[in-house]
């Protein structure tokens, strides 16, 4: 079962002989936790990268490493333009009332390089999950209806987005097959809405979420925090449990320390960590910063081989244990291939925007693995 960050859908959900008619519910999908946030283009004060980014590699990056779940906070700032962004809560400083936080990639870039991954990989599958929208150039508040209808008109620009008229009710109980029918790409907002969305922005009713981050920057209690939820997701059915597998800056450290510091000591421990742990329930979504190498999709390629192997006879102990050894082979013998294409990909994408002034569309050449 061989599968590269390019071609996820294809290789597990879409392919016979391993996950097919695999409902949403019951999949691991690997997550992108403020997503856009993988370089500053605004903010306010006392800001850093360190204390905002959380992201190394663009969206279409992401996408090439095996994200499918993007965690996507629409912003309006830098004089009317649509970004993604990683604001507070609303702060009371003296006289001042608002918002600590940055801007990031811009929702145009978004859509540019979920089209572009998607011309070369028509197969796949991709959530963006909207959230946390605040107009951060007047008073730092709720997007308004008119402003929520700009945000879906840059939206629209998507290609293939599925419609809630084709998957109406919840989207747990469809298949990926059913779902490709209507489009590739699912946007869903979390919250209630000030206006009538459009029929390719699904409402909060349609897609129930569950889990939550644990707030902390000690990796052993975020490890207990998340094991623990995730034991105790299986009272939360109906609902996609969200695994976050993400350390917070607390104190002096949002001085001193860098968030994507954090995430490779969280990430360097996530295989040998969660996956044990994936018995009983598994996370549909697993939620982290800095994705940079092929680590994540590595574990929920694991993830997804145990509920293969689960599903198996398990009186032919022979066969079963084939197959896990199977799995792991191909797994370890990927990596440094999946290294290596990404390592030329990069190459070309640093080239075409020294080039050219922006990322790579039609030169891109997405991971590839031979069937």
């Known amino acids: ?59 279409l990056e992401q996408l090439c490493l095996g994200v499918r779940f993007f965690d996507i906070r629409p912003v309006i700032g830098n004089g009317g333009k649509y970004l993604t962004g990683h604001y507070s809560g609303m702060q009371e400083i003296l006289f001042w009332k608002g918002r600590l936080g940055a801007d990031g990639a811009s929702i145009e870039e978004v859509v540019s390089d979920i089209n572009a991954f998607l011309s070369a990989n028509p197969d796949e599958i991709i959530f963006l999950e909207l959230s946390h929208a605040y107009n951060t150039d007047s008073g730092y508040g709720d ?30 109980e469809y298949t990926f097959e059913a779902i490709k029918k209507s489009g590739n790409v699912i946007a869903f907002v979390t919250s209630d809405l000030p206006l009538e969305p459009p029929n390719y922005i699904f409402p909060k009713n349609a897609l129930a979420l569950s889990g939550s981050y644990a707030d902390s920057d000690n990796l052993d209690s975020m490890r207990n925090d998340q094991i623990k939820k995730l034991n105790q997701a299986n ?28 995430a490779d000591k969280a990430n360097e421990r996530l295989l040998s960590w969660l996956l044990p742990e994936t018995t009983s329930r598994v996370p549909n979504v697993v939620y982290l910063d800095n994705i940079k190498d092929t680590v994540p999709l590595d574990t929920v390629v694991y993830i997804n081989a145990k509920k293969k ?26 990596v440094n291939e999946a290294r290596e294409r990404l390592d030329a990909n990069f190459m070309l994408h640093d080239a075409a925007v020294a080039q050219h002034g922006h990322a790579l569309d039609t030169h891109w050449h997405p991971l590839q693995f031979p069937s």
Request: hydrophobic share 35%; with cysteine; net charge positive.
């Open 235 to 262: 009272s939360k059915t109906g609902t996609l449990f969200q695994t976050s597998w993400t350390l917070t800056l607390q104190g002096a450290g949002l001085v001193f320390s860098k968030i994507r510091d954090l």
């Open 143 to 172: 997007f308004t209806a008119k402003e929520w209808s700009g945000l879906f008109t840059i939206l629209a620009n998507i290609k293939k987005l599925c419609k809630s008229t084709e998957l109406s009710g919840s989207l747990l």
């Open 309 to 334: 192997t689960d599903a198996m006879d398990t009186s032919d102990e022979e066969n079963s244990t084939h197959y896990v050894k199977e799995i792991a082979f191909v797994v370890a013998s990927t």
């Open 1 to 59: 079962m061989p599968s590269s960050g390019s071609r996820f859908f294809k290789d597990i959900y879409f392919n016979p002989a391993v996950l097919p008619n695999t409902k949403l519910q019951n999949a691991c999908l690997l997550g992108s936790h403020d997503a856009g946030m993988f370089k500053r283009t605004g903010g306010t004060a006392f800001v850093t990268d360190g204390n905002t980014l959380t992201q190394s590699k663009s969206i």
